[in-house]
């Protein structure tokens, strides 16, 4: 038989094997070609809209700007509350909250002890200074963690990813001395917005939608026998602090800032002047697993 219906060619195209393959992929597979046979039929797609479709994917892929879409679109934030709800489920309270980790982590970042100069000796904006501990639940420090700091220019870019910014430029991995504390001087970081005339910004503005986020600084904390903690802290004030464009805004994660700092005691991190100071912990879980601690998929991935 070679005339189908739509339902015959589903199911056809749903069970066609000659080898077990992945279950899990054929499963997943098969629900979504499902969903997208049922919303082309319900919603009447056309044949060019289709095409259209497939083409904005094509381009889509070729920019790199996938994690752009994910998280616009609001999937990495429900991969967190899914996370979360998995944790209070199993009892796993406490701790700083996580938040997503975007599209625009690079591994590999020169590493420091105790403090470094995200900005590289080349200040442009408020200094900036963050310090604090990292903390397991019982309140005592954790040293030798490895918090990975990454974060905009004052163009919104991304090194790695904006064009002319040096390799690693504002990326760093600090890892806390024996009192568990890391320091670091930066330039305080305006917001983010998706590319102009790219495959991103054309959906959002079919969709009516803008693509900013607020100031934001993203962090990956890493230790010994605790759990991993991808999170990122908003710098308050932002217009958009409350309407993310990837919704990963969190209670407990917009930092307080001090302003007019007296210089005395920064001077290892090049600092005469009055400057923006805040301070802020991470509290971070034990792990129980072994790869909960132990990241190493995710510290050596690079994504686009
Ligand atoms: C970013 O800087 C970001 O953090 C996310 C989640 C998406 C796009 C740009
Ligand atoms: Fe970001």
Known sequence: MAEYTQQQLLDLVNTVQVAPGNARVRALTQRIVSDLFKTIDEMDVSADEFWSAVD?????????QTGLITAGLGF??????RADEADQK???VGGTPRAIEGPLFVAGAPTAKAEVRVDEGEPRGEVFVMEGQVLDLAGQPVPHAMVDVWHANEQGGYSHFFPGMKPY????????DAQGQYRFRTALPPGYSIPPNSP????FEALGRHGHRPAHIHFLVVAPGKRTLTTQVNIPGDTYIDDDF???TRDGLVVELERDVAPAGYESLGITQPFVRSRFNFVLQNAVTEDE??????MERVKA
């Open 90 to 92: 199993a009892g796993r």
């Open 169 to 176: 430029e504002l990326r760093r991995r600090i890892e806390t």
């Open 293 to 298: 601690a132990l990241p190493l998929t995710r």
């Open 76 to 81: 990495d934030r429900l991969l967190d509350i």
């Open 246 to 248: 990837a919704f990963a």
């Open 200 to 203: 991103t910004s054309e959906l």
């Open 56 to 64: 904005w994917l094509s381009r889509l892929g070729a920019s790199g």
